[in-house]
């Protein structure tokens, strides 16, 4: 069965600090992953996409890792702001099908303090 | 560029009363055209898909239909809204070549009371 799970659930953490997200899929065959960020209320924003021969991946402030191999990837936020409170999802797609589904995990919620 | 306009941003209706969300696309031309349900701590969950004026594909059996009359328009209705039916609603559309790439309007926040 397809799946994303994205850990933790939930995370505070204070302002300046590092965090890192993790997201383990069992999606196949794999295509690309995707981080979104959604703020409260927002429709989800990429940050970052990586195909199966992409290790890592940088934006700003935020970087994601894949391991194709072990099927993990993770999501690390250098420096902390109090904007980078929001929901971090992980999107992993497959192209066993025509549409090239998307399978979403339930997101970290992410709150910064200052 | 394009974007994607969602309305209205929140919503409160009653059980057993109809719904109409509307999504419209500006900017490109053809595009895939997805609506997606957001339930409090879940996952986003597909409700339905286009690839054209016209055709709809169904993802879950619901309450729900949806509608695209024209190419840039997509439309969620009820004819009665259930209390299950609360949730955040998300349009978002992708180029037909790369359906993996979606990008999300500003979403709808519906309340059934």
Same mark, same amino acid.
């Given at each position: 069965?397809?799946?994303?799970? =994205? ?14 997200? $993790?997201?383990?899929? #069992? ?17 989800? *924003? ?11 991946? +940088?934006?700003?402030?935020? #970087? ?5 191999? #072990? ?21 992993? +797609? ?14 970290? $919620?992410? #709150? *910064?303090?200052? | ?27 490109? +031309? ?20 286009? %690839?054209?004026?016209? =055709?709809?594909?169904?993802? %879950? ?24 039916? +609360? ?11 790369? *359906?993996?790439? =979606? ?8 309340? %059934?009371?």
């Amino acid at each position: 069965k397809n799946q994303v799970e =994205q850990s933790p659930q939930s995370l505070i953490i204070l302002e300046g600090k590092n965090c890192t997200l $993790q997201c383990n899929y #069992t999606v196949s065959p794999f295509s690309n992953l995707r981080w979104y960020k959604q703020d409260t209320g927002r429709g989800p *924003v990429s940050l970052t996409i990586m195909t199966f021969s992409e290790n890592t991946k +940088s934006n700003g402030r935020y #970087t994601a890792t894949l391991d194709a191999d #072990t099927k993990q990837s993770s999501l690390h936020i250098t420096a902390s702001q109090l904007s980078d409170s929001a929901s971090y999802i992980c999107v992993v +797609s497959d192209r066993g099908s025509t549409l090239g589904r998307l399978y979403f995990g339930r997101g970290t $919620q992410l #709150t *910064v303090w200052p | 560029s394009q974007t994607i306009h969602q309305w209205p941003a929140t919503l409160v209706q009653p059980v057993g009363s109809p719904l109409s969300l509307e999504c419209t696309v500006e900017g490109t +031309s053809n595009p895939n055209l997805y609506w997606y349900r957001q339930a409090a701590g879940r996952g986003l969950q597909l409700l339905f898909y286009s %690839v054209g004026i016209g =055709q709809i594909s169904s993802e %879950v059996p619901q309450n729900l239909s949806a509608s695209r009359p024209q190419d840039r328009q997509f439309i969620l209705s009820s004819k009665k809204l259930l209390l299950s039916d +609360s949730g955040f609603y998300l349009c978002a559309w992708s180029t037909l070549d790369r *359906v993996e790439t =979606q990008y999300f309007g500003p979403g709808t926040r519906l309340l %059934v009371l």
